[in-house]
Nanobody, 115 residues
Framework: QVQLVESGGGLVQAGGSLRLSCVAS????????MGWYRQAPGKQRELVAK???????SYADSVKGRFTISRDNAKNTVYLQMNSLKPEDTAVYYC?????????WGQGTQVTVSS
């Protein structure tokens, strides 16, 4: 059973920055890709950013140029650097790692951006 543990969320003013971390219980080389999703109250969960095992990245249009996803294979960790945060970025952020027929999720970390 793969475990994903997120951290780094918190309360920040608009324009500020946060860095989220997702630590996996196993080598992240096992996963073809890992991603960050978010879910705001009353809204569906949406993909924010994704990174492949080869290091290719993709982003939702709403965060392009502000967020950066990266990975440290030695630490089994995926990061999400969030800059120029906006109130509309407020959500619970989840780490995701699909593996074969399974889909692993972390418990989520709250990000709140005040105006």
């Amino acid at each position: 059973q793969v475990q994903l543990v997120e951290s780094g969320g918190g309360l920040v003013q608009a324009g500020g920055s946060l860095r989220l971390s997702c630590v996996a219980s196993e080598s992240i080389f096992r996963f073809n890709a890992m991603g960050w999703y978010r879910q705001a109250p009353g809204k569906q969960r949406e993909l924010v950013a994704k990174i492949t095992s080869g290091g290719s990245t993709s982003y939702a249009d709403s965060v392009k140029g502000r967020f950066t996803i990266s990975r440290d294979n030695a630490k089994n960790t995926v990061y999400l650097q969030m800059n120029s945060l906006k109130p509309e970025d407020t959500a619970v952020y989840y780490c995701n790692a699909p593996l074969r027929a399974a889909d692993y999720w972390g418990q989520g970390t709250q990000v709140t951006v005040s105006s």
